[in-house]
């Protein structure tokens, strides 16, 4: 049997919990706190996923970026599949919260969303 730390983040308190597991199939989580932990830990191993947040350049902006996140988590192991697609995108003003500015992300079927309102200057 393997064990696996983790540091919950699903609210405040922080548990250090331990899963104990053999290869991919788990045994026993321990230490939780809460259901909410408990639910962290399965899916923290099973299939670890992450909001991504950064900036997008835009075109004649009143700003020269604008803040955008994927709207639903992303597989741990896409997250450089989509900084690297991120990372080419150049927009046109204005924009505002919760634009889609790509859909579907490298495959991921998640959308990034602009998170803040950019007005267009001549």
Known sequence: MEVTKLICIGCPKGCNMTVEHSGKVIDKILDYGCKIGLEYAKNEFAEPKRIITTTVKIKAGELPFVP???????????????????????????????????????????????????????
């Open 68 to 122: 955008v996140k994927t709207k639903d988590p992303v597989n741990k192991e896409k997250i450089f599949a989509v900084m690297k697609e991120i990372s080419k995108l150049e927009i046109d003003s204005p924009v505002k919260v919760g634009d889609v500015v790509i859909s579907d992300i490298a495959g991921t079927g998640v959308d990034i969303v602009c998170t803040r309102n950019i007005k267009k200057v001549s």
